[in-house]
């Protein structure tokens, strides 16, 4: 005989009957709980919900893109068109006292500027290079583009890049020469009546080869070479011979700093400590995105004072240095907030034998 197991769902009578039954019972009773063990319960019953307790196992998050550089806080964005295209500038909060915080407990934390310029320092400390001979020429080429403004005012103007290269005597015993494209040869550093450049991009001015001898502000190669590598040794000294030229004594520093780099090539030991030297600085801030005057992006570190923003942009990977970059801080007579006033990308940096050779 077979047997055939009971199926509820045979008997829809029954089950309906159990339920009535079993809603009439009075609930079980349940033991009570210290408050000790109430809260273990809760705390219990929270990490289950939220994915966290020991059951539930690591929680597993979506994948996202590695990043080439570390993290950084990006200040308010300002965004103005120049030229028909958008420029995004990172502008940063009002000037730090000093170049870190200070923890909890009183240790001091480094900056994102601290740290990136620490990167940089380290990149630029192990580049292989060959050493220059005190007897060649450092050339530099670069594409470069400044404002200009009509003699009516208004905004200022931003004309194409173009190419500019100069040769520097390694230790400034000899002319060196300027050439930009659409101009006519400029002689430097020779004795008499000559035009001295100040800085790149600068407009040559009559003066006469190192009358007192090479300096923070009128540096050659081999002085660059002779400075000192402690950054707090270097920087009072890029303070002190730079006292009483103008602007606020942090900006003359940075702005010092960014023409030792710009076009001394500056050997590697000297240009760590300069980097160095610059995180030392107050109110230096990082730019994650700023393009130099070929069009490529990398990151910057800056500095604002007077209403502009001076930029030193470096590649992301290598933290090689590609080029500068100088934005209004705000508006003014010279246009809005954001407005790119200057701009260069260096292409070549190597040591030649003569001025007007080409490496």
Known sequence: ??????????????????????????????????????LLLRRALLAE????????GPARRPARPRRKLFRVLAPAVVCTLVG???????????????????????????TAATRL?????????????????????????????????????GPVTMPPAHTRQVWLSADGSRPGLLREEGESDTPLGVDGPVDTLDGPGATPRPGTLHASGPSVGNPTHTYVATLPTDPDALLEL?????????????????????????????PPKAAAALYRAAA?????????????????????????????????????TTYAFLGERTV????????????????????????VDRAGEAP
Do not use: C
């Open 117 to 153: 310029l620490d990167h940089i320092a380290l990149a630029a400390a192990t580049e292989q290079r060959t050493v220059v001979r005190a007897d060649r020429f450092v050339y530099i080429e670069s594409k470069v583009a400044y404002a200009a403004q009509s003699a009516g005012g």
């Open 1 to 38: 005989m077979n047997a055939t197991p009971r199926n509820p769902t045979e008997h829809p009578s029954e089950e309906s009957e159990r339920l009535d039954l079993t809603g009439l019972l009075p609930p079980p009773p349940v033991p009570g709980l210290t408050p000790d063990r109430e």
């Open 238 to 266: 890029i303070r002190a011979e730079t006292r009483g030229q103008g602007q606020d004594p942090d900006q003359r520093a940075f702005t010092a700093i960014g023409d030792l780099l710009a076009e001394t090539w500056a």
């Open 280 to 316: 030392k600085i107050p109110g230096v801030t990082v730019i994650r995105a700023a393009d130099d005057a070929t069009g490529r992006e990398g990151v910057a570190v800056a500095r604002t004072a007077q209403g502009r923003q001076t930029q030193w942009i470096f590649d992301r």
């Open 49 to 56: 919900a939220a994915g966290t307790g020991p059951s539930a």
């Open 84 to 110: 028909g295209g958008v420029v995004v500038v990172n502008l940063p909060d009002a000037p730090r006292r000093g170049p870190a915080t200070v923890a909890r407990g009183g240790t001091p934390r480094a």
């Open 328 to 351: 209004l801080a705000e508006a003014g007579y010279a246009g809005p907030a954001g407005t790119v006033v200057g701009t260069s990308a260096v292409l070549t940096a190597a040591a």
